[in-house]
């Protein structure tokens, strides 16, 4: 055989035993990575300061929700509250929301700052108060529902967290 012959050989040779090495290195490379990670429970509870009294006309019935965190991680937490009864809400002054709340377009007040595990938030609100003007006649039974929710808070924003969870 001729040069001319065994360079395009020799050539061949070279580039198929280089993809049969890269082929058989591909196939048959091991690498392992461990990924660790905790899981963490969110849960809080509703605590009221609710003292029942009989509603009266002018009078102050202490209602004062707060949330208190059980979870193991820092969290954000926001509340939302609402009568049994529109009717009994317009018997009602009212509700003023304590500092530290923010109420947002979603209808939920949302506490400003983190809840660590144990911690809690300040009182949504101290109590409600039937108005003065009305008779004894038209003061109708009513409850004031709340409801809270919490989102663990690691590594993000306050805004970024609920984005996440609606």
Sequence with gaps: MTKKYWIPLI?????MTAGLGTTYAYLTAQDSVENTFDVSEVDITVEEGFEPTPPEPGKVIKKAPRIRSDSDTDCYVRMRYEFT??????????VKTNPGWTKKSDGYYYWNSIVKPGGETGTLFDRIQ???GITAEEI??????VYAEAVQAKGQSLESAWASVD
Excluded: M, Q, Y
Excluded at 11 to 15: D, P
Excluded at 86 to 94: G, P, Q, R, V
């Design 11 to 15: 050539a061949a040779a070279l580039t």
């Design 85 to 94: 009864s529109s009717d009994a809400e317009k018997l009602c002054e009212s």
């Design 130 to 132: 039937i108005r003065s």
């Design 140 to 145: 109708i039974p009513f409850d004031i529902l």
